[in-house]
C-alpha cells in the first residue's frame, strides 16, 4: 500500500502531546485528604465533568474546570474550594511534553506542515506549544472555533482555516472520545491513535495505533 503523504498532520494537544497533568494535580490537592480508593474515584469523576462541561456553547476554559471541579466535590462529598479550583488552570501553561514528543514532531515537521487544534485557552497554549520542540504551522484553539472538541464545529473550523477537506490531513490524537470518533463522522480516513493508556482500543474508528510520536514518522514514510 502507498504511504498517504497529507496535506497536513493535526494533532490533539493536551494529553497526545503535552503531558496533562490534571490528574496529577489533583492528588497534589487532595491527596492528603482522601483515601486511594476515594482519590481514583474522584479523578474518574473530575474526568466525567470536564467532558459534559464542554459539550453547550463555548466558554472560557477556567469556567469549565471551576464547574467541573464544583460539581465533581459535589459528587464525592469533598468541601469546594474557589482557589483550589482555578489552580487547575493556573497550572496548564506550565505543562511540558511527553518525552517522546520532542524528537518524533521534529522529525516529520521536516517534511509536513503540523497543525495543533486544542481545547485551549489563546493565553495559554502558545506556552505548550513552544516546549513541544518543533515548528507548527498552525494553532488553532476552541477559543477561536467558538466550540470545543469533540463538537463538529472545533473541527470545521480547522477546515476552513487550512482550506482543506477531512480526507487531506493525517489527525492523530491519544482520545476517541474528544478527537477520533468526531474525526470519523466527519470523514478524516487517516487518523492515529496515540495509546497513552488514557482509553481502550476501539478498533471500528479505524486508525493506526503507535505507542508513542516516535512511531509517527513511520507512518508518513519517514
Same mark, same amino acid.
Given at each position: 500500500?502507498?504511504?498517504?503523504?497529507?496535506?497536513?498532520?493535526?494533532?490533539?494537544?493536551?494529553?497526545?502531546?503535552?503531558?496533562?497533568?490534571?490528574?496529577?494535580?489533583?492528588?497534589?490537592?487532595?491527596?492528603?485528604? &482522601?483515601?486511594?480508593?476515594?482519590?481514583? +474515584?474522584?479523578? !474518574? $469523576?473530575?474526568? #466525567?465533568?470536564? @467532558?459534559? *462541561?464542554?459539550?453547550?456553547?463555548?466558554?472560557?476554559?477556567?469556567?469549565? &474546570?471551576?464547574?467541573?471541579?464544583?460539581? +465533581?466535590?459535589? !459528587? $464525592?462529598?469533598? #468541601?469546594?474550594? @474557589?482557589? *483550589?479550583?482555578?489552580?487547575?488552570?493556573?497550572?496548564?501553561?506550565?505543562?511540558?511534553?511527553?518525552?517522546?514528543?520532542?524528537?518524533?514532531?521534529?522529525?516529520?515537521?521536516?517534511?509536513?506542515?503540523?497543525?495543533?487544534?486544542?481545547?485551549?485557552?489563546?493565553?495559554?497554549?502558545?506556552?505548550?506549544?513552544?516546549?513541544?520542540?518543533?515548528?507548527?504551522?498552525?494553532?488553532?484553539?476552541?477559543?477561536?472555533?467558538?466550540?470545543?472538541?469533540?463538537?463538529?464545529?472545533?473541527?470545521?473550523?480547522?477546515?476552513?482555516?487550512?482550506?482543506?477537506?477531512?480526507?487531506?490531513?493525517?489527525?492523530?490524537?491519544?482520545?476517541?472520545?474528544?478527537?477520533?470518533?468526531?474525526?470519523?463522522?466527519?470523514?478524516?480516513?487517516?487518523?492515529?491513535?496515540?495509546?497513552r493508556g488514557h482509553e481502550p482500543a476501539n478498533p471500528y474508528y479505524g486508525y493506526t495505533?503507535?505507542?508513542?510520536?516516535?512511531?509517527?514518522?513511520?507512518?508518513?514514510?519517514?
Open positions: 500500500m502507498p504511504v498517504f503523504r497529507p496535506k497536513y498532520i493535526t494533532f490533539d494537544c493536551y494529553g497526545t502531546l503535552t503531558h496533562f497533568q490534571m490528574a496529577e494535580k489533583a492528588k497534589e490537592i487532595l491527596g492528603k485528604r &482522601l483515601s486511594p480508593e476515594k482519590l481514583a +474515584t474522584f479523578i !474518574r $469523576n473530575f474526568s #466525567a465533568y470536564r @467532558l459534559d *462541561e464542554i459539550m453547550g456553547d463555548w466558554k472560557p476554559y477556567e469556567e469549565v &474546570l471551576v464547574s467541573a471541579y464544583e460539581r +465533581t466535590c459535589k !459528587r $464525592n462529598d469533598v #468541601a469546594f474550594d @474557589l482557589a *483550589e479550583a482555578r489552580s487547575f488552570y493556573e497550572a496548564v501553561p506550565s505543562w511540558g511534553p511527553h518525552p517522546d514528543v520532542p524528537a518524533g514532531l521534529a522529525k516529520v515537521a521536516k517534511e509536513y506542515p503540523l497543525v495543533v487544534l486544542s481545547n485551549a485557552m489563546n493565553s495559554q497554549i502558545m506556552s505548550n506549544v513552544e516546549k513541544l520542540g518543533a515548528p507548527f504551522a498552525h494553532v488553532f484553539t476552541a477559543e477561536q472555533a467558538n466550540a470545543y472538541k469533540p463538537r463538529f464545529r472545533a473541527f470545521e473550523y480547522m477546515f476552513d482555516q487550512l482550506g482543506c477537506s477531512p480526507d487531506e490531513i493525517l489527525h492523530c490524537s491519544s482520545s476517541f472520545r474528544y478527537d477520533l470518533m468526531s474525526a470519523h463522522d466527519l470523514g478524516i480516513e487517516h487518523k492515529v491513535w496515540v495509546n495505533e503507535i505507542a508513542d510520536i516516535s512511531g509517527l514518522p513511520a507512518v508518513v514514510g519517514l
